[in-house]
């Protein structure tokens, strides 16, 4: 495994493509009359992953693996991002899907398809899931 989000695990043999990890830095900038303005550090923006997946019918069937990926942003819940050497990078949200079809059959099926991710860092609190009680209710 070369890296993990959620329950989603992401293989380097079958359909790992690369990560790009950026991090940037906010600054307010303020008007001065006759001068340049000045910019004043506000501190760090959100981190952004991007990672790249290739989809190819010889491994897996591209349709599902993009459902998939759908039904976990749908559910815009946060998520643990862990690299395969047990690093740690952090809670994360998916907030873009961009799949390009690079390759066809005859008929319309998906042999090839290029899929991005965009991943934002997730900093509020990470909900509970609530596990379904048993039994008789308590009144």
């Not at 070369?2 to 307010?28: C, K, M, P, R, W």
């Not at 001068?35 to 019918?57: A, D, R, T, W």
């Not at 976990?72 to 994360?92: S, T």
């Not at 059959?105 to 998906?110: I, V």
Request: hydrophobic fraction near 35%; charge should be neutral; include cysteine.
């Amino acid at each position: 495994m070369f890296a993990q989000l959620g329950d989603i695990q992401f293989e380097l043999i079958t359909y790992f493509n690369g990560i790009e990890e950026t991090v940037s830095y906010n600054y307010a900038e303020h008007e001065r009359i006759n001068n340049k303005p000045v910019l004043q550090f506000m501190g760090l923006n959100l981190q952004e992953q991007n990672i790249k997946l290739n989809f190819h019918n010889s491994f897996c069937v591209p349709e599902d693996e993009i459902k998939k990926l759908k039904t976990v942003a749908n559910k815009a819940e946060p998520l643990k991002f862990i690299k395969g050497n047990g690093e740690y990078v952090g809670v994360f949200v998916l907030s873009e899907i961009i799949s390009t079809t690079e390759q066809t059959s005859k008929e319309g099926d998906l042999i090839s398809v290029q899929v991005d991710l965009k991943l934002r860092e997730y900093t509020g609190k990470i909900p509970d899931k609530k596990q379904k009680q048993g039994g008789m209710k308590k009144k």
